[in-house]
């Protein structure tokens, strides 16, 4: 199986239903290829922890997936969470995402962004919706989060 390629310029096509459908089909033939990246964990002014966890598809970050460290779950997206625990580790966090990212599944829709000229098709775990993927405006290639993937390749090393 031959992953969907990397989006690297925008383009610009005419949106119909064939595209949108399209570009969740891209998503669906990625998901085999999604890993976790290594947990972005960080402390806030008033102690509390705050872990996020990016998507990661060749080499690239998509997007980030808040995680709960009380709950040891990912977090709805839009919803960040700020817990007061003592501390978690990147291998604590990477055990249960291991098993998260297996789970994940493609929703049937796609929202278009007309000034990022791309899809966006959303990811759940269970009833949540945890991450967006972005793809080409004509449905075929993926679009990373550039400014996500320099933080991973930042905090990583």
């Known amino acids: 199986m031959v992953p969907p390629l990397i989006r690297h310029?925008?383009?610009?096509?005419?949106?119909?239903?064939?595209?949108?459908?399209?570009a969740i089909d891209t998503v669906k033939e990625a998901v085999p290829f999604?890993?976790?990246?290594?947990a972005l964990i960080a402390r806030g002014p008033g102690g509390?922890?705050?872990?996020?966890?990016?998507?990661m598809y060749q080499s690239y970050a998509l997007d980030r997936i808040h995680?709960?460290?009380?709950?040891?779950e990912p977090s709805p997206k839009g919803r960040p969470v700020r817990a007061f625990k003592e501390s978690i580790s990147r291998e604590e966090v990477a055990n249960v995402m291991d098993s998260i990212i297996r789970e994940l599944k493609v929703l049937e829709g796609a929202e278009y962004r007309e000034p990022e000229r791309a899809w966006?098709?959303?990811?759940?775990?269970g009833?949540?919706?945890?991450?967006?993927?972005?793809?080409?405006?004509?449905?075929n290639e993926i679009i990373p989060d550039y400014g996500l993937t320099e933080e991973v390749r930042r905090y990583v090393l």
């Open 9 to 22: 310029s925008p383009g610009s096509t005419p949106i119909d239903k064939e595209i949108a459908l399209r």
């Open 34 to 38: 999604l890993s976790p990246g290594p």
């Open 48 to 55: 509390e922890l705050h872990v996020d966890v990016p998507l």
């Open 67 to 72: 995680f709960d460290p009380v709950a040891m």
């Open 120 to 125: 966006i098709v959303p990811l759940a775990w």
């Open 127 to 139: 009833p949540y919706i945890v991450a967006h993927v972005r793809v080409s405006s004509e449905g």
